[in-house]
């Protein structure tokens, strides 16, 4: 059967997120800390590989979680909106992607609709096509495919991302979107955060549909440009001319 998840708010306080990420980097940490001490003592003989790509994994872990929660932590009054071109900027998106994909052959496509005019902040919203993408071509088996889908309807933009990977299960959906929270081995659990921080603050919402089995579906809605002065309004930033 079909389920569905909204999300409109799921913003921990700065302070469950730094004791999260403090969590989340003290056992790489440790890892790191326990193979420079064995190698250590080891005296002069010869270091094993295994260890300096266990440090290095490691290393790369805490880089991973420092960058994406940046991402989250980032002061919000720095978005600068304009008006945007979405087809545009989602074909930008589906270019930095596209190599994800390949390694993968997994299959992605696009599929603009339309000219659809939004006001937004343009890195801030690739940053949210890039992580369900990215989310959804992890989840896409080898030989899979990934759909991203650009329209119009009433007053709102629509964007979807759907993959044929492994779907969510029932339970998990309440799940989405807090931070850290995470099914996949080396996942940090912030790339929905993010997006769910993101699109809330362009007065948007993420709707999540899965069919456990046959993948999974989410789907942005962003207020067409129309109807967006009262965004410039709350973030108290005047919406420029011009598409990007
Ligand atoms: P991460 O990717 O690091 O795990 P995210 O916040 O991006 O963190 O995603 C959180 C969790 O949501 C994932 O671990 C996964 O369980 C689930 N999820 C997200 N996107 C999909 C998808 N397209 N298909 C199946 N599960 C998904
Ligand atoms: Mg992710």
């Not at 989250?72 to 930008?92: C, G, K, S, Y």
Request: charged residues 20%; aromatic residues 4%.
């Amino acid at each position: 059967e079909l389920v569905e998840a909204v999300r409109l708010e799921r913003l921990a306080s700065v302070g469950q997120l730094a004791a999260g990420i403090a969590h989340e980097i003290r056992n790489p940490l440790t890892s790191v800390k326990g193979f420079i001490q064995l190698i250590m003592a080891r005296g002069d003989r010869p270091v094993p590989r295994d260890y300096l790509e266990i440090i290095l994994t490691e290393i790369e872990r805490i880089e991973k979680l420092i960058r994406e929660f940046h991402l989250l932590a980032r002061p919000p009054q720095t978005p600068q909106f304009a008006l945007l071109n979405l087809r545009v900027v989602l074909h930008d998106v589906v270019l930095l992607m596209e190599s994800q994909a390949l390694s993968k052959n997994v299959a992605l496509e696009f599929m603009p609709g339309e000219d659809v005019t939004v006001c937004g902040d343009v890195s801030q919203l690739k940053q949210v096509w890039i992580n369900l993408l990215r989310n959804a071509i992890e989840a896409a088996p080898q030989g899979g495919s990934v759909d991203i889908a650009l329209r119009a309807d009433g007053n709102w933009a629509v964007v979807t991302v759907t993959d044929n990977g492994p779907g969510i299960p029932e339970d998990i959906l309440p799940h989405l979107g807090t931070p850290f929270f995470t099914t996949k081995q080396d996942g940090t659990g912030l790339g929905l955060s993010v997006c769910y921080s993101i699109v809330q603050n362009h007065g948007g919402n993420i709707r999540v549909n899965s069919r456990p089995g046959e993948g999974a579906t989410f789907t942005v809605q962003l207020p067409l440009a129309d109807n967006t002065a009262h965004i410039s309004a709350t973030t108290g930033r005047k919406t420029k001319g011009g598409l990007a």
